[in-house]
């Protein structure tokens, strides 16, 4: 595999430093930040440890576990950037994957895959067509269960399916409104996978769904999910970048 080019990662050193967003209020993105772009980034890759960098540049101060994330959105500079993961600590080249940031914009980077066979998933968090007055929750997935084929995801409140359709490996969808409360998410492919969860969704809350598993469909699969923010009360679209990861036992 190719080597790295961040200087053994460069672990120590957060990239960009004084552009991390730091989750407090809608100001401490928009005024201290304003000519920067937020990333978050989460490790879906369950044989692997990462570090992530951006046009050679570490991303993370220390490497990311199987289903740890980078705490909250971190900065990084608009433009076309290199986007490359690295196996800790051996350096060995991941995935790469070259993308477009724009200022004042959040995406979610989500590292899939296994037995030496990645992707690095980037997508764009489009919170400003989210409302916060809606009195609603935003709930998106990412399907990154190894080896199955195309398995059913079904996210139901109050009776209704908010989600309800088949998904290919690495697929992102797009957010749904949810009502606040229970919530059931359910996931099977007919064979191996079969899951079956409940979930308490906050108001004006944003979250996605991290459908994880082993190095196939076989081993164990797991539902957990990230809070990416909460939609703002002012402008009812900006978000406050606070985010956790949750396990669902």
């Not at 304003?34 to 980034?41: D, F, I, T």
């Not at 570490?58 to 490359?84: C, H, I, K, M, W």
């Not at 929750?137 to 009776?159: D, E, H, L, M, Q």
Request: glycine share 8%; charged share 15%.
């Amino acid at each position: 595999m190719k080597r790295n080019h961040l200087n053994a990662f460069a672990i120590g050193a957060v990239l960009f430093a004084g552009l991390t967003f730091t989750a407090c209020k809608k100001s401490t993105f928009e005024n201290n930040n304003p000519e920067v772009a937020g990333l978050m980034a989460v490790n879906l890759a369950f044989d692997k440890s990462i570090a992530i960098g951006i046009n050679g540049n570490a991303l993370t101060n220390n490497p990311l576990e199987f289903t740890n994330f980078t705490g909250g959105y971190l900065g990084v500079f608009p433009g076309t950037r290199s986007v490359d993961t690295y196996a800790y600590p051996s350096g060995d080249s991941l995935a790469t994957a070259s993308y477009e940031f724009e200022a004042k914009k959040y995406y979610s980077l989500f590292v899939v895959g296994a037995n030496n066979a990645y992707q690095n998933v980037i997508v764009k968090d489009n919170f400003d067509s989210l409302s916060a007055s809606s009195g609603k929750a935003y709930v998106r997935y990412i399907n990154a269960i190894n080896g199955s084929v195309n398995p059913t995801i079904t996210v139901s409140s109050g009776g209704s399916n908010v989600i309800n359709g088949q998904a290919s490996f690495a697929v992102v969808s797009d957010f749904v409104a949810v009502a606040p409360g229970e919530s059931t998410i359910t996931v099977t492919d007919g064979t191996s996978v079969n899951l079956n969860r409940s979930v308490t969704f906050e108001d004006k809350k944003v979250y996605t769904i991290l459908l994880t598993s082993g190095a196939t469909s076989a081993e164990p699969a797991q539902i957990k999910y990230v809070v990416n923010g909460v939609l703002d009360e002012e402008t009812g679209q900006r978000t406050i970048s606070s985010a956790q990861v949750v396990d669902i036992k």
